[in-house]
């Protein structure tokens, strides 16, 4: 399933600095960022589950925010992509 990760974390000190990378990190180890704050993951249910724990895990709820958005397996519908910058198949090949 396809689900789009989306965070504010406050860098306002010192500690929100680390968790923001820490966010962006483990989102990496399961999507690809399309935006600053922003990754899409094609994830199953148990990924999903560990990804989300591992996030609130890091976050602090009175200063950052997370939203997931599940698209599901038919995303490929439900997925539009407008301007200059080409949306990225996270399913395809990935070249190094």
């Given amino acids: ?56 895990d890091i976050i602090d709820e009175n200063e950052d925010s997370l939203i997931i958005y599940r698209l599901g397996d038919n995303y490929k519908k439900k997925v539009e992509h407008i301007g200059i910058k080409e949306s990225l198949d996270v399913e395809g090949p990935l070249f190094i």
């Fill in 1 to 56: 399933m396809l689900v789009v990760i989306t965070y504010d974390v406050s860098t306002t000190s010192i500690k929100g600095t680390k968790r923001l990378r820490k966010v962006s990190k483990i989102c990496q180890n399961y999507g690809v960022r399309v935006q600053n704050s922003v990754f899409e993951c094609v994830v199953d249910s148990t990924q999903l589950r560990e990804l989300k724990y591992q996030l609130i």
